[in-house]
Structures are given as structure tokens and as C-alpha cells.
């Protein structure tokens, strides 16, 4: 079974600090179910345009079943 990876964003970047905090405290956003698949593509697309978070993701890559 091939394993699939996962390259995490930095915690400190200010713009995953905001994406974060926004989502944490909206009732919407938790209740809709689909709250994985927006993080999944914020972090898509924020990993493309952030160079800190792509220095981060790569030196702590993370391998996940």
C-alpha cells in the first residue's frame, strides 16, 4: 500500500494564523462538514504563494495512511 504525505503549514505564518482563528470561532464553518476540504484547499493553495510555509512543510513532512 503506497503512503501518501502530508507537508504541514508553519503554525507562526500570520496568514494561517488568521485562516485559523477565522474558522475556529464561526459556528458555520464547524457545522457544515465540510470543514476538512477547506482546509485541505487553503492549505493547497496558500503552500503555492507562501514561501516560509513551503520551507516549513517540507522540513517537517509528515507521512500519514
Given at each position: 500500500?503506497?503512503?501518501r504525505y502530508h507537508s504541514p503549514l508553519d503554525?507562526?505564518?500570520p496568514e494561517v494564523l488568521e485562516f485559523h482563528s477565522m474558522h475556529e470561532d464561526d459556528p458555520i464553518s464547524q457545522m457544515?462538514?465540510?470543514i476538512g476540504e477547506i482546509i485541505e484547499a487553503f492549505e493547497r493553495s496558500h503552500r503555492q504563494?507562501?514561501?516560509r510555509c513551503l520551507k516549513y512543510g517540507v522540513s517537517?513532512?509528515?507521512v500519514v495512511d
Amino acid at each position: 500500500m503506497p503512503f501518501r504525505y502530508h507537508s504541514p503549514l508553519d503554525p507562526g505564518c500570520p496568514e494561517v494564523l488568521e485562516f485559523h482563528s477565522m474558522h475556529e470561532d464561526d459556528p458555520i464553518s464547524q457545522m457544515c462538514g465540510c470543514i476538512g476540504e477547506i482546509i485541505e484547499a487553503f492549505e493547497r493553495s496558500h503552500r503555492q504563494n507562501c514561501g516560509r510555509c513551503l520551507k516549513y512543510g517540507v522540513s517537517n513532512i509528515e507521512v500519514v495512511d
